[in-house]
Structures are given as C-alpha cells and as structure tokens.
C-alpha cells in the first residue's frame, strides 16, 4: 500500500512538473523569428511617440518581465528590446500607466486590445485603423492566460 501511494504521489509530481514546463517552453518552441533589425530602427525612426519597458516595475518579476525601447507610430507599435517568454501575451494601449496586475486591471475595461505578441526578441504588431493612439498613453503587456501582467511602458 505504501508503495502504491508513494508510486502516484511520484508520478503525479513529474505529470505536474512536466505540464509546467511544457506552458513555459512551447511559446518558446512555437514562437516566429523576431523582426529584421533593420525593420525595427524602421520602425522606431518613424515613430511618433517612445517609451521604455524595464524589469524593475513593481509587477514584474523574475519569469515576467520587458525590457527595451518601445514606439508608437501612426501604424504600428514595436519592441526593440525582450521580453520574457510565456504564453498568451497581448498588447494593449492603456488611458494610463499602470505597473502592476492590480493596476491593470482596474483599467482594463477602458484599454484597447491591439493582439497577440508571439515573439520575445523584439515585435511589430500593426495598429487597427480605428485605434487613436493619442487616446492613450501608455502599452501594456499582459499575459491573458494567467492575467499576469509582464510590462508597461508610458510614450505620452
């Protein structure tokens, strides 16, 4: 008998650990290639506004974290920098900055879901033609998932 449990508590401890870093490797294994950096200078050169991810916000941690230079251009936003890998990140443009979860989600309602970031060493995401980005002023990295916030960055 104690054989048995000994048997299913093991077995059931590497399935956990086995699903945990399955979450944490595949949007690693699965992610596309970062943009060329000559697209990024591109992008950051015709930018209207700029702003900065850094590892030190209060909400961000050790697995959860951006760092880089972020701009904000008429069409599109993009990442010169990293960001940590997990699953399920979004970009949102927020009415303020915010620098923890509990921030983020008291304004979430009122932030602009602009979609998903696939890739952790620097990004383009396009913005939608109705988006006014001097609506807002700050991009948020939000993982939806486990809604737990990665990034932030204030560009007005």
């Known amino acids: 008998m104690v054989k048995r449990i000994l ?8 399935l956990v650990l086995g699903i945990s870093i399955g979450v944490y490797v595949l949007p ?34 050790l697995l959860h974290w951006g760092e880089g230079d972020v701009a904000v251009g008429p069409d599109a936003i993009s990442l010169m920098g990293e960001l940590a890998p ?14 923890t979860a509990e921030g983020f989600m008291a304004i979430k309602a009122d932030s ?14 396009p913005l939608p033609t109705d988006v006014t980005v001097t609506d807002y002023d700050s991009v948020v990295i ?8 990665i990034s932030a960055a204030k560009y007005r």
């Open 7 to 14: 048997l299913l508590i093991t077995h059931a401890s590497a």
């Open 86 to 99: 997990g699953p399920d990140y979004r970009l949102y443009l927020a009415p303020r900055f915010v620098d």
């Open 142 to 149: 939000w993982c939806e998932t486990f809604e737990k916030f």
């Open 28 to 61: 690693i294994l699965t992610a596309p290639p970062a943009p060329e950096h000559a697209q990024l200078i591109a992008m950051h050169e015709q930018a209207q506004y700029r702003g900065s991810f850094r590892r030190d916000l209060p909400g961000s941690d």
């Open 112 to 125: 602009r879901q602009i979609g998903p970031v696939r890739s952790f060493d620097g990004f383009i995401l």
